[in-house]
């Protein structure tokens, strides 16, 4: 029963032509988009800052330090990687959620195992929550030994090199977000990449179909991240918003940029002077989205707490060191829920 259970992707039920939302994903009606405090991006504040990475942009670590400190994410473009990649990527993953789903299903992950590489549409182990109107293709990227190009699909012909290409790409560019960020803090550049360890980068591709009742879902749940920090990439779909100052602020897509989050072990080791960003994802009646996030962790047997330097009379510790697999593990089993996760490793002031 559970392996027919998990076969119905949200595509399916699309494709079926539903009118009707149905009950295991309609959300609470507190947490249903319509009701949310929603800020319009372009008013007077604006949206999440965009960050010039280029040579002609100056110095952005500082930009980057208000940008961690105000929002716990920003954009950044000018990113060095090869032109076109990002379209490239995008376009690969459009093309596997438009192909037959006798063809994705070759590929469908273990409905047993939260989180399991491949195509799935369930990535919680709760069997009671009220589902995300999504369905995903997860990467298990890095390290090396980890990865496994055969799990990937074989089609359009150079996904997997593709997909190779965009790990080694993003690696790069996180572990220079972190170094920024470190430097940011008053840190070595490589205090947080050495903090963090041997990195695990999964890479998700996100497809959220149009939904029949866009009101009363969420593509993906209010949630911060777990790990270091999210590199994500989007189409020209809206659909992200983080929460900033109790308001769902929309993250304008842009072609050319990469999303820059901020997860919850950045925060422990900043012991909160930077904040991870609760984000979701919104989704609509009329149009496909997809997103490509790139999740930058650590291994599950790594020790993460508070950089001592940052230890004050001014700022005590606030946050108690955590095994990254039991932080994992509480994740995945009691559901992310806005920042619940990380607040039961605050120490009572």
Known sequence: MEAATETQRVQTLVEAGVADLPPRYVQPPALRPHLSRRRDATADCG??????LGPSGG???????????????????????????????????????????????????????????GYGSRMLAK??????????????ALPESRRNPSRWPDFPSNYRDVVIEYSNNMKKLAQTLLCMISQSLGLPPLYIEEAV?????????????????????????????????????????????????????????????????LADQTEVISNGEYKSAVHRAVVNAHHPRLSVATFY????????????????????????????????????????EGKRNIDALLIDQ
């Open 47 to 52: 949206g999440i800052p965009v960050i010039d």
């Open 127 to 140: 069997d009671d929550g009220v589902l995300d109107w999504r369905d995903y293709f997860d990467h298990h």
């Open 197 to 261: 360890g041997e990195v695990y980068q999964n890479i998700t591709i996100s497809y959220y179909p149009p939904c029949p009742q866009p009101d009363l879902a969420l593509g993906l749940q209010s949630h911060s991240d777990m790990g270091a920090i999210t590199l994500l990439i989007q189409d020209d779909v809206e659909g992200l918003e983080v929460l900033k100052d109790g308001e769902w602020v929309q993250v304008q897509p842009l072609s050319d940029a990469v999303v820059v989050i």
């Open 297 to 336: 962790d650590p291994c599950k047997t790594r020790k993460i707490y508070p950089a001592m330097q940052l230890i004050t009379e001014q700022s005590p510790l606030k946050y108690r060191e955590v095994l990254y697999g039991d932080y994992v593990s509480s994740w995945y089993s009691k559901g992310p």
């Open 59 to 117: 110095n952005p670590v500082p930009a980057i330090g208000r940008a961690c400190r105000e929002w716990g994410a920003f954009q950044v473009v000018n990113l060095g990687v090869r032109p076109g990649l990002l379209e490239e990527v995008r376009a690969m993953g459009s093309s596997f959620f438009r192909a037959p789903m006798e063809a994705k299903l070759r590929f469908a992950c273990d409905p047993r195992s939260p989180a399991s590489e």
